[in-house]
Nanobody
Framework: QVQLVESGGGLVQAGGSLRLSCAASGRTFSSYAMGWFRQAPGKEREFVAAISWSGGSTVYAASVKGRFTISRDNAKNTVYLHMDSLKPEDTAVYYC???????????????????WGQGTQVTVSS
């Protein structure tokens, strides 16, 4: 069983930056493609970014491409989401997600998620 714990959320002004972290338990972290989703009040959870098990491939939602960067450190069992040029519409609870797969990463890889984190709040003020 993999447990995911997010951290790094908070309040930031528009145009600012934040880095989210997701620490995973267990010794099989490198077997998982990892990703981030977000859910704003009154809206459905949406995909933000994903990274392959090796870190060699990444995919992004169009709304964050060029502003957000996903990365991972398999030695530390941690995946990161660095967010720049934040906008008020980025305000949401951000969730870490994991799927056990070594397949080539595509935009739909995390349509199936094996494990979710509990979420961390990101609030961007205008």
């Amino acid at each position: 069983q993999v447990q995911l714990v997010e951290s790094g959320g908070g309040l930031v002004q528009a145009g600012g930056s934040l880095r989210l972290s997701c620490a995973a338990s267990g010794r099989t972290f490198s077997s998982y493609a990892m990703g981030w989703f977000r859910q704003a009040p009154g809206k459905e959870r949406e995909f933000v970014a994903a990274i392959s098990w090796s870190g060699g491939s990444t995919v992004y939602a169009a709304s964050v491409k060029g502003r957000f960067t996903i990365s991972r450190d398999n030695a530390k069992n941690t995946v990161y989401l660095h967010m720049d040029s934040l906008k008020p519409e980025d305000t949401a609870v951000y969730y870490c997600a994991a799927r056990a797969t070594h397949s080539v990463l595509v935009s739909t890889t995390l349509r199936t998620v094996d494990h979710w984190g509990q979420g961390t709040q990101v609030t961007v003020s205008s």
